[in-house]
Each structure stands twice: as C-alpha cells, then as structure tokens.
C-alpha cells in the first residue's frame, strides 16, 4: 500500500481506516449497551422473584415477616336490642405472611382481603349485640374480646400465598343515646365519691378507736376505765364488721329485690349511776 506524492494516503485507504474505526466504535457501543441490558434483565428477574436487587444501594432486608396494620374504612354498626340503637365497632386488623413479601406485595393482598375480614367481624358483633340493650357498649366490648380470643388468627389464602390476620375491636355507644345515660352516669359518679368519703371517715375512727383502747388497757385498775375499755371493743367489732360488709356489697351488688341494707351500728352510751341525794 503506497500513499500518493503529496504523502497523504490514497482515497480508498482513507475509506478503509473510517470503516474500521467505524466498527470497533460500533463493537463498543454494543458492548456496553449489552452489558447495560444485562444488569437491567437482572434486576427485572429479581424484582419478579420477589427478591430485592443486588446492589450497593439496596437497604437491609428486615427480619421477620412484614406487618401492616389497618383500621376499617368506617366505623362498624351493629343494632342492639330492639333495633332503635345501635352500637359502633371501631375495627383494627393486623396483617401478615409467613412467606417473604415485599411491602407493595403485602399491601395489595391486603386491600384484596380487608373486606372480607370487616364482613366477619360485622357478624361477629351482630351476633353479640342482638340481645343487649344499648346502654350496654361495655359488656359487648367484653363478650366481642372473648370471641376474638377463642380464634385469635384468621387465615385467607390466594393462590400460593396465605395472610394471616389478627382482629382487634373496641366499641362505642350511640350518640343519641348519651343524653339520656348522661344524668345517670353523673349520679354514679357522685355516689361512688360518697361512698369513698364514708369508707375513709369509718377507717379513721376505726383506726382512732384502736387507739383509745390501747391507751385504756394500761389503766386495766381502773373499774370504770375497764367498763369503757369493753364497750369500745365492742363498738369497735360492729363497726369493723359493718364495713366488710359494706365493701363486700360494693363488690358484688346485689338484685333489686334483695332486703334493704342493715343499718350501721350506733354508738351506746351506758346508763350513768343516778347521783346520790344531797345531804340535808
């Protein structure tokens, strides 16, 4: 190959070299450009398994199967007895798989299951509030914990992949209801502090009594002081008595047609020894 007098090189030399430096940049590009495809097909086929993509920014997998928790859409209703009122379920769900999901996965599965879980415990507490009246949220609260404790775990499955759900409720009354209950309510309260006021009053003079007969044994001489020594003793067992037997009703409130409550000891004083007549 000779270059032509001027020293430049022949024209078809010229076509040559471009065509050459035009491939390798062509081999090149394709390098890359496949190297490229073959990190981007690598993440797509990680992200179809379900697996996290290998590489230096991917965060920790967590340990344990995710958990997301989700309230209902809206408050549950249910009617009490007589179908006037009705009770309302504040409803929590709890959800989770034992197989490795990610959070989007999750999150899908459970909006696919969520309804059918809602429509359970609806009937659950239908069931319960049925034949209580409405004035009642506390015991179907109770007997609705008690239902979900007896099969604490609900399972739903599609497919290959089961979600596990654990349901927790609380309930509310109806609000038309509270005006009515309001009165009540603020009568209990008063007679409970009542109650409280009269249980500490008789403790202190319990406690006081303990004292003075104390005081009195070291005077046991005394014909007198021992009279007054045994009666308070025995003012103090009634007293004493009265007021277990006043905790034990507060405790365990008895029926309506129970007899009417015994009346608290009184204080007896004895008869003083008539006075001597004057002399004369």
Known sequence: MTDAPDGRPRPADQWRHRGVRGLTIA??????????????????????????????????????PLVEQRDAPRLIAVPARGYVYSFYVRATFAWSSPASLRAEVLSWYVQYFQPNAVQRLTRLAADAARNLP????????????????????????????????????????????????????????????????QIRRARYAEELSRRWT??????????????????????????????????????????????????????THPTPAPAPPAPE
């Open 27 to 64: 081999r090149d590009a394709a390098v890359q450009g496949w190297r490229w495809w073959a990190r981007s097909w690598d993440r797509l086929v990680a992200a179809l398994q379900d697996e996290a993509p290998v590489g230096s920014a991917a965060p920790p997998s967590p340990s344990g």
């Open 134 to 197: 409405p004035n009642r949220a506390a015991d179907l609260e109770v007997a609705l914990q008690r239902a979900l404790a007896e099969d604490p775990l609900w399972h739903y499955q599609r497919g290959d992949i089961t979600l596990t759900c654990r349901p927790d409720a609380a309930v509310r009354l109806d609000e038309r209801i509270l005006p009515a209950l309001q009165p009540h309510v603020d009568r209990m309260v008063e007679l409970e502090y009542q109650f409280d006021e």
């Open 214 to 267: 104390a005081i009195l044994d070291d005077h046991t001489d005394d014909d007198d002081l021992a009279d007054a020594r045994d009666h308070m003793l025995t003012a103090q067992r009634e007293a004493a008595r009265w007021i277990a037997e006043l905790l034990h009703r507060h405790a365990n409130p008895a029926p309506e047609s129970a007899p009417t409550p015994r009346i608290p000891p009184q204080q």
